[in-house]
């Protein structure tokens, strides 16, 4: 398998359990990779992987439970999605993973094909928050690019001021502001003020106020 090969963790304490979804997860050309503990799990992965993956959650697990890992591994910017196993959820329990972010809880014994419908939904949502991560930080280095000044006028400039408005502000004078305005969008790789302002709320840089 090559290193772009979508990733499936699998935490479960039976062995047996964790050959046979492993050889279903292989078999569906993804790389699994396994483990007995959620401690194991979580020392190992500390960091979100840079590749698509999810995480086949047992909830009934020696010391620490699979919502107890739920809750740890989502402190982790763009955490791998996580798929519910269980043989005895109870009620509360399945709301509460649900609730918490989980794809969805699947009942042992599950079907294969809900399990690879389950596993292909979660990765697709890894998917999207890696790209949206990756464009998050591609919006900070560009906001890094900016001067001082630059900064300053690009926070009046997304607040809707106008060039005089914002000459005014900053005590210079329209034609320096105008200078800076068209660095501004030349260094964030717009072309317009409504697309500045969408970059600014997606990065959290906030707009200037009189």
């Given amino acids: 398998m090559s290193d772009t090969t979508p990733t499936v963790f699998i935490v479960d304490d039976n062995h047996s359990v964790l050959r046979s979804l ?3 997860v292989r078999q569906a050309a993804y790389k699994p990779v396994t483990f007995s503990s959620a401690d194991h799990f979580l020392d190992a992965i500390a960091h979100a992987p ?12 020696p010391g620490m439970n699979g919502l107890e890992v739920q809750k740890h591994h989502a402190a982790i910017p763009a955490a791998c999605p996580i798929v519910f196993i269980s043989g005895n959820a109870t009620i509360p329990a399945t709301v509460q993973a649900i609730k918490n972010g989980a794809v969805t809880f699947l009942a042992k014994p599950f ?6 419908k ?4 979660a990765l697709e949502k890894h998917r999207a928050q890696i790209s949206e991560l990756t464009q998050t930080g591609s919006i900070h280095d560009r906001i890094a690019s900016l001067t001082e000044r630059e900064r300053e006028v690009m926070a009046w400039v997304i607040s809707g001021s106008l060039n005089k408005q914002i000459a005014a502000q900053l005590g210079i004078v329209e034609k320096t502001v105008k200078v800076h305005r068209a660095r501004v969008m030349e260094k964030m790789q717009t072309a317009s003020v409504a697309e500045l302002v969408k970059l600014c709320v997606v990065a959290g840089f906030e707009s200037a106020k009189a």
């Fill in 50 to 61: 840079v590749q698509p993956a999810c995480l086949l959650l047992d909830l009934h697990l």
């Fill in 118 to 121: 389950s596993i292909e939904e």
């Fill in 111 to 116: 079907d294969h094909d809900d399990l690879l």
């Fill in 22 to 24: 492993s050889r279903v």
